[in-house]
């Protein structure tokens, strides 16, 4: 749940207010960005555990032959 935010100036008169609606909307984009990053974060960890397992497979002199 959001609360409308009012932002003073200096002088004490308001700025700027920020609807609940305009809240909600600017938390759930920057939540999906972030979701989206993370799991691209993810699947770049995985390929890269991924390729040192080959590497240190093939550096111990192992072979499928």
């Known amino acids: 749940m959001f609360y409308e935010v009012r932002i003073y100036n200096t002088k004490g008169r308001l700025k700027k207010v920020i609807s609940r609606q305009e809240l909600s909307k600017a938390h759930w984009q920057a939540f999906n960005e972030t979701k989206l990053s993370n799991l691209e974060s993810l699947i770049l960890l995985r390929e890269y555990k991924k390729?040192?397992?080959?590497?240190?497979?093939?550096?111990?002199?192992d072979t499928d032959t």
């Not at 397992?53 to 550096?59: F, W």
Request: overall charge neutral; glycine content about 10%.
């Open 51 to 61: 390729q040192m397992k080959s590497t240190e497979y093939h550096a111990n002199g």
